[in-house]
Nanobody, 125 residues
Framework: VQLQAYGGGWVQAGGSLRLSCAAS????????VGWFRQAPGKERDFVASITSSGRITYYADSVKGRFTISRDNAKNTVYLQMNSLKPEDTAVYYC???????????????????WGQGTQVTVSS
């Protein structure tokens, strides 16, 4: 599967953005998808994950209550709605996918085999 992340941009603190992760290839509905982010000079951090069915989601504490991950398997797309953005959310955001044999979350980067190219999100104070 190939992934393309888009939707990043510049926004003022308190604003919103919606990121999309579009997948090509078959059987996307069999893949768990995660979002990660990496700020300059820092490690790549987990943001959110959604199981293949979309029934189960999980968030990093830093984004819980502000970000929402969802998916539309008919469109082979996963979304990350980001509200109440803060300057510390500034980073390159990556989506990742891993084929799973059951409805299973993956919350660590090493658990994913497929990665998109990243999209920059900049939040100004």
């Amino acid at each position: 599967v190939q992934l393309q992340a888009y939707g990043g941009g510049w926004v003022q603190a308190g604003g919103s953005l919606r990121l999309s992760c579009a997948a090509s290839g078959r059987m996307f509905s069999s893949y768990t998808v995660g979002w990660f982010r990496q700020a300059p000079g820092k490690e790549r951090d987990f943001v959110a994950s959604i199981t293949s069915s979309g029934r189960i989601t999980y968030y990093a504490d830093s984004v819980k209550g502000r970000f929402t991950i969802s998916r539309d398997n008919a469109k082979n797309t996963v979304y990350l709605q980001m509200n109440s953005l803060k300057p510390e959310d500034t980073a390159v955001y990556y989506c990742a996918a891993e084929r799973t044999d059951r409805d299973r979350l993956v919350v660590v980067a090493v658990g994913y085999d497929y990665w998109g190219q990243g999209t920059q999100v900049t939040v100004s104070s």
